[in-house]
């Protein structure tokens, strides 16, 4: 794993991945009944994905669930656990999803696991990190 902020790469162990995805599974799981999701998208430069955005809004309409885009400079539980939704999509930086999720109130999960939770993808056929081009 590779930490942007000092640029030191360390290897992760096959029980801190068997962790995060079993975390990353129960945060699908639970966001599967939501019906109002905050589609959450960075300010900061490199990490404004809006058409992605809008391909999660869309797809979260197919499935006649609300998606509501929320566009932020900084993400952080404080600034979004209020909003009256049932679980957040974030499209920011992608290690908001994962280093942080524990954080927030409600589920905050990555794009791909929004598809699994509509039913769009499998997790049995792998998970996909989300990482920005």
Request: glycine share 8%.
């Amino acid at each position: 794993m590779l930490n942007p902020y000092s640029g030191d790469a360390v290897e992760m162990s096959f029980e801190r991945i068997e962790r995060i995805l079993r975390q990353r599974f129960g945060l699908i799981m639970s966001s599967m009944d939501a019906k109002k999701f905050g589609i959450l998208i960075g300010e900061k430069p490199g990490q404004m994905r809006r058409t992605l955005a809008l391909r999660m809004k869309r797809l979260l309409e197919k499935h006649g669930k609300k998606g509501y885009l929320l566009a932020l400079e900084h993400v952080g539980p404080e600034l979004i656990d209020f909003y009256p939704v049932d679980a957040f999509v974030n499209t920011a930086c992608p290690r908001i999803a994962i280093d942080d999720a524990i954080k927030y109130a409600k589920p905050l999960i990555t794009p791909f696991e929004l598809e699994v939770a509509l039913g769009e993808k499998k997790w049995e056929l792998g998970y996909q990190f989300d990482e920005i081009p």
